[in-house]
């Protein structure tokens, strides 16, 4: 659940207990778009989004360069927010709760929707260190509650075989693809309900990709993803459902085999099979 | 969900996608055309009893399973490079399991053929004409079949299945009938037992042409047909 201004730091209890979500059934509508239109200034860049994320799914959003997908994932997280002069009309509900509640803290709700971006982006620190720093910064300074969270993260990513015995050497001397599983760990140290994914494998080597997206599909039995790709293999791989986005709206939403097999839509058949113009 | 303001060309962007997708169909269209010939000149053989077309069909098959392999070696290859998806999929696999239709269609068109040598040494039966309705009837269903697959006619392909239905039923009773003519012209029996087999044959025939239809449906609405039993009343 998203803490309010009133809830307790996160990270008291143990790294290795269940999230959350993993206990209850999973919920259809987990994250909820209604009537969503966002602006960049006089710009719209979204219209009239209307979308339901299932809980502990994959979801792939598709569509050509600026079509409005990674602008719909940031405004998950609202991201979004830290750029000058945006607004937004609708609304975007996690578990039934909006997320522009002006209760919801909103480094609160950055915890709980993490983000992995295209480019891995390690912090100049420890492997260590890198899990742990949003930890630290929530004041948690239990050394067995830090290792433990590190073990757990890590292999959650599955980091841990090739990085328990050099926890203190710096993040910077990973591969690409052990920085990008790197950052993954440290996205679900937190313990988020989703995990926003933005391209995860486009700077990745194939080996290093299949090791993401046999990630992916580990990790959605205790998170619910969003990932946009222009990888149209890897959307049929990894995802359940698939969105196809174009110049800002949602032409089609559907189980992700009824999208590459037999899409409703003649734009969404466009796209797929390489007819876009 | 749609936007009526889209427009966007029914083209591929890889020019190269377009052509393999195209020299696939046209090797289909030609296999297709081979079939129906060696099926056409089977006929020749066996109504008019000639050996000679008899052996033509038995030599040209090798034709048919020349391009049976090419067609799979294209596909394969479409799939490795192109990664279809959607209606370039179906499309690419319906055709690769129309060249194993079509292949078997020319396979029963030898086995008919052998037969009618057999028939052929022998004295003729008159009973023979019993068969030239079922021949014609497999032999349009394999042209329909074909037809709707080249067409993209998808009420030509899903009224196969129900034709299918009719030959099974011609085939049952050319059998009967030719099972109590062997009781009583008992010097005929290897003719009459040659000509149960040849509308065998094409009664298998018109279960091909089925599924040439059924993987034409798939095709071109990704609606599954096969196994769907029709049920009277």
């Not at chain 1, 990008?180 to 494998?201: H, S």
């Not at chain 2, 000149?41 to 066996?46: A, M, P, V, Y």
């Not at chain 2, 052929?120 to 009973?127: E, H, Q």
Request: charge should be negative.
């Amino acid at each position: 659940m998203i803490k309010t201004m009133d809830s307790h730091p996160p990270h008291t209890a143990s790294p290795q207990s269940a999230a959350p979500s993993e206990l209850s059934q999973a919920r259809a509508d987990f994250l909820k778009v209604c009537d969503f239109d966002f602006y960049y200034g006089k710009k719209q860049a979204l219209f009239k989004i209307n979308m339901e994320i299932p809980q502990r799914q994959v979801t792939a959003f598709i569509g050509p360069s600026g079509c409005g997908k990674s602008t719909l994932l940031r405004n998950f997280n609202r991201m979004n927010d830290l750029i000058d002069g945006v607004h937004h009309e609708g609304d975007i509900l996690l578990n039934g709760r909006s997320i522009y509640d002006k209760k919801i803290e909103i480094i609160a709700l950055r915890r709980s929707i993490g983000m992995v971006f295209q480019k891995s982006n390690p912090f100049p620190k420890s492997i260590y260190e890198n899990i742990v720093y949003s930890l630290r910064i929530a004041g948690v300074s239990n050394k067995r509650i830090l290792d433990e969270t590190v073990e757990h993260s890590l292999r959650g990513a599955a980091l841990w075989d090739e990085v328990k015995d050099r926890l203190q050497d710096s993040a910077l001397g990973l591969s690409g693809g052990q920085m990008q599983r790197l950052c993954i760990a440290r996205a679900i140290a937190n313990r988020p309900e989703i995990l926003l994914m933005d391209e995860p494998c486009s700077a990745l080597d194939p080996i290093a990709t299949a090791k993401v997206e046999d990630l992916i599909h580990e990790l959605k039995h205790q998170f619910t993803i969003v990932i946009v790709t222009h990888n149209m293999q890897q959307a049929t791989r990894c995802s359940d459902r698939t969105a196809f986005f174009y110049l800002g709206k949602l032409i089609e939403y559907d189980e992700t085999q009824k999208i590459f097999t037999n899409p409703g839509e003649k734009q969404t058949e466009d796209y797929i099979t390489g007819r876009f113009g | 969900m749609s936007t009526d303001t889209i427009t966007m060309p029914n083209t591929h962007i890889l020019s190269n996608f377009e052509e393999a997708l195209r020299s696939l169909r046209n090797d289909a269209l030609m296999m297709a055309s081979l079939t129906e010939r060696n099926l056409e000149n089977t006929r020749k053989g066996l109504f008019d009893r000639d050996e000679d077309w008899c052996n033509t069909v038995i030599a040209d098959d090798e034709e048919v399973d020349t391009l049976e392999v090419q067609l799979d070696r294209e596909g394969v290859s479409i799939m490795l490079r192109f990664h279809p998806l959607a209606s370039d999929m179906r499309n690419v696999i319906s055709t690769m399991k129309l060249s194993v239709n079509l292949e078997r269609i020319a396979d029963q068109a030898v086995n008919i053929a052998r037969r009618s040598r057999k028939l052929i040494a022998r004295p003729a039966v008159d009973d023979l004409i019993e068969l030239e309705p079922i021949f014609h009837y497999a032999e349009t269903m394999v042209k329909d079949a074909v037809r709707s697959f080249a067409d993209v006619d998808l009420e030509l392909a899903r009224g196969l299945k129900e034709r299918d239905r009719r030959l099974d039923e011609m085939n049952r009773t050319f059998a009967d009938k030719m099972t109590e003519l062997m009781t009583r012209n008992v010097d005929h029996i290897p003719s009459y037992m040659d000509l149960i087999f040849i509308s065998r044959f094409l009664e298998r025939i018109g279960d091909q042409a089925t599924n040439i239809g059924e993987d034409t449906v798939y095709a071109i609405s990704a609606e599954e047909t096969r196994h769907i039993h029709h049920v009277d009343g």
